[in-house]
């Protein structure tokens, strides 16, 4: 029995959706962001699965009380690497995989291929393709092919620019690794945060490979940040139900 936790971030404030509701708990085709992750979690027989949560966090409790998760409370938002490690005291010594509450189109099989690819030697980073990956971290790759960096688009030089494969902030990793890589983190950069990111050159600086996954296509990995973005995702959502409907038969 494979033993694994999955972590999903959900302490954001959401600031440019303009409502007093936290980010992950505004609707897409009627359920709350944060539960089309958790439902998609639940497809992989997680052996526990943590919610971080802050800005709201009474209202997500509340709002998640049916589900068999436990919290975390990062009670200041000091960055992804500064949120994991609020719920590290609860994991386990398996697999772990990062999630986030406002990415709510990420399909289950490409979190298995994503899984399928971590042991002690290797951790696991979702990578994405993209036209236009002006906004994103993106992937630097050693000579042998190898993912050695994530540098975000603030830090990029112009040949860096050029990369249009970027990180969607999906990883795995095991729980050994991670504890080892937390407390290295620093918050010294332009945002003053703790990145979970820095990881990967944590990973490449030990010898451990990077091994990268791609969703189906890039809207399984598209977050929400405003509520232009959630139209988006909500045509997209229904075209993907209309899709698998017919693909099932149904007329």
Known sequence: MHD??????????????????????????????????????S??????THVVIGHG???????????DVSF??????????????????????????????????IRRDTLADLLAKVDEQHMGLLTVTL?????????????????????????????????NECNTGIMAMTSAQLKRWLPQLSAENAQGEYYLTDVIAMAASEGVKVA?????NATEVEGVNNRSQMARLERAYQ?????????????
């Open 239 to 251: 075209q993907q139900t209309a899709e698998t409907l017919m693909a099932q038969g149904v007329a």
């Open 4 to 41: 694994l936790d999955i972590v999903i971030l959900a302490a954001g404030k959401g600031t440019r959706m303009r409502s007093q509701l936290p980010k992950v708990l505004h609707t897409l085709a009627g359920k709350p962001m944060v539960e089309h992750v958790l439902a998609t979690a």
């Open 212 to 216: 990268t996954a791609q969703p189906h």
């Open 72 to 105: 975390a409370l990062q009670e200041e938002q000091k960055g992804t690497g500064h949120a994991v490690a609020q719920a590290q005291p609860q994991l386990g010594s398996g697999i772990v995989l990062v999630l986030y509450g406002d990415v709510p189109l």
């Open 43 to 48: 497809g992989l027989n997680p052996s526990r």
């Open 131 to 163: 036209e236009d990956p002006s906004g994103y971290g993106r992937i630097v790759r050693d000579a042998e092919g190898h993912a050695v960096a994530i540098v975000e688009q603030k830090d990029a030089n112009e040949e860096q620019l050029a990369i």
């Open 57 to 67: 966090a009474d209202q997500l409790r509340d709002a998640l009380a049916e589900y």
